[in-house]
């Protein structure tokens, strides 16, 4: 086999930026509320300008955060390779771990948005979940996204008796 690479869309990263930062938000959002609201109805009887100020940085820190993460995603997802080799698929990318999982022990999982998942099946599903050993995420937005789709077929259908993608 001849050594494939695959990458993102770069037409398409702001698609990409905008749905991590709505997902951050939906997170970001009720705990900035949540420590505001705290401050607020602690110190309601003595409002002094420490307090007011404090509820002015604490979200324009979270919301500075958010952005400068979002930044750095944006960069590792354009520089995001995933690359098939011999013995299986691996995934590079600038300011991400490296990831490789071999061809025997390829699980994909297509999910309704779009997403693959890729996963190792020799690695326990909470330890995929914790740490992202054994986990490869590829977003929608993939270059030859069909052509990627079929090679994984391929060679992941040999050492998994045909049953190598999984719809949820």
Known sequence: MQTQVFKVDESQINRIARRNFLRILKIAVPIM??????????????????????????????????????????????????????????????????????????????????????????????MRWWNGKGRIVLPPEMLNRDLLLSELQKYAGRYNGGLWLLKV
């Open 33 to 126: 509320v949540l420590v505001v609201a705290r401050q607020y109805f602690q110190y309601k009887n003595e409002l002094n300008i420490g307090i007011i100020i404090y509820m002015f940085i604490v979200p324009f820190v979270v919301l500075m955060s958010m952005y400068i993460g979002g930044k750095k995603a944006t960069k590792s997802m354009l520089t995001l390779e995933i690359i098939q080799t011999d013995s299986g698929v691996e995934k590079r990318a600038e300011m991400a771990p490296y990831r490789q999982i071999a061809w025997q022990d390829l699980i994909v999982r297509e999910k309704p948005n779009g997403r693959l998942d890729l996963y190792d099946k020799n690695v326990s599903a909470f």
